[in-house]
T-cell receptor, first 113, second 114 residues
């Protein structure tokens, strides 16, 4: 049973516009959430994270929003650039484990020039 | 720093053969993770080592899979005998124990078992 779900396998946006990637989770014990970015033939790289005590975290063009009541988080990229084209993975972990990340299956973002 | 280094990048083998995947950690990191990525199941944690000791191997699919850390900078993941359903991308990642999210992944090994 997928505890972290990314229901959109792919997303296509125009350069300069906003990209919104969504993630839902089912485990109420999750208290830390992360986004990883993956280019073809490379491993995932850490992008941004958020603790459950916050509802927003921003880093440059990237902002992650957390809605605990809905068990939903989203990653906003503004403005989107062609170099942002990659697979984005949502991941979560619970306070009971300081190492075990549960990943979603990923969303392929394509930013068109 | 060269990052986490995995070898080989690609492995094609026949069913029943032994497969060994290799991983070199980032210098100074003390946690090591093996992940497997498939279309059906996404990224799954297979095994986690801390200070060379296996802490959690609950994700290892079955006894055909084994992993070792003979020293602080190197790990192997072995599949014996391999089966077509083992075909996947296998990632190694390392981190500092207290770094929370900072997993550094290798580029992965694409394994195809025919």
């Amino acid at each position: 049973d997928q505890q972290v779900k990314q229901n959109s396998p792919s997303l296509s946006v125009q350069e300069g516009r906003i990209s919104i990637l969504n993630c839902d989770y089912t485990n109420s014990m999750f208290d830390y959430f992360l986004w990883y970015k993956k280019y073809p033939a490379e491993g995932p790289t850490f992008l941004i994270s958020i603790s459950s005590i916050k509802d927003k975290n921003e880093d440059g063009r990237f902002t992650v929003f957390l809605n605990k009541s809905a068990k939903h988080l989203s990653l906003h990229i503004v403005p989107s650039q062609p170099g942002d084209s990659a697979v984005y993975f949502c991941a979560a972990k619970s306070g009971g484990s300081n190492y075990k990340l549960t990943f979603g299956k990923g969303t392929l973002l394509t930013v068109n020039p | 720093d060269a990052g986490v280094i995995q070898s080989p990048r690609h492995e094609v083998t026949e069913m029943g053969q032994e497969v060994t995947l290799r991983c070199k950690l980032i210098s100074g990191h003390n946690s090591l993770f093996w992940y497997r990525q498939t279309m059906m199941r996404g990224l799954e944690l297979l095994i986690y080592f801390n200070n060379n000791v296996p802490i959690d191997d609950s994700g290892m699919p079955e006894d055909r899979f084994s992993a070792k850390m003979p020293n602080a900078s190197f790990s192997t993941l072995k599949i014996q005998p391999s089966e077509p359903r083992d075909s996947a991308v296998y990632f190694c990642a390392s981190s500092l124990t207290d770094s929370n999210e900072k997993l550094f992944f290798g580029s992965g090994t694409q394994l195809s078992v025919l």
